[in-house]
């Protein structure tokens, strides 16, 4: 199935487990702040807005959520960081969709945080959703259940930076467009059997890099 415009997303986004009117009320807000927040910082492409938005935005983080592991039990079982998050894609819809998870939001930009940060206070988060504005090499060395990120570096770097975010039960979540393929044989042969790439719900040339528990 492909999700190609917002009546199909919003027909995708219902089948998820625990999904309500109070939810796509919540993703309505976040579409409409993000809406209004692009005309004066570029958060995402100004093609995307619209009956796009939905399919490339909403959709393409929403699709981690049935790949996710449940939260795990002990520390750092609850916990899912999304590195180089700018508007909160995909960590934030993640947020809005499944509360099981305590959500981590790490952006080095000023401008891109203080959405962050509004998005997060008028979407009733503040409970479960960081903000955190800095670098991922900043942050203390602490495990992740899952580690997600949709457009912050090519695959080996991003595994080198945030390793200290992970242990053997953390699994990596990475929509990676059309280079997926080509990413994942960037890798060394080792770890390359511990990661696959599931094809996107959103395009049909992009595929999302999954993986857990490199040693």
Known sequence: MMVENEAEARAWVATLPGVSRETFDALDRYVALLTAANATQNL????????ALWARHIVDSAQLVPLAPAPGKGKGGALWVDLGSGPGLPGLIVAILDPRWSMRLVESRRLRCEFLRHAVQMLGLASRVEVLECKVEALPRQPHRVISARAFAPLP????VADHLADKNTHYLLPKGKN???????L???WQTMFHVEPSLTDPQAGLIIGKGLD
Not at 44 to 51: D, H, P, Q, R, W
Not at 180 to 186: H, K, W
């Open 44 to 51: 995402v492409a100004a093609s995307t807005l619209g009956e």
């Open 157 to 160: 770097k991003l595994l080198r």
């Open 180 to 186: 997926a393929v080509n990413e994942l044989s960037t």
């Open 188 to 190: 060394p042969r080792a």
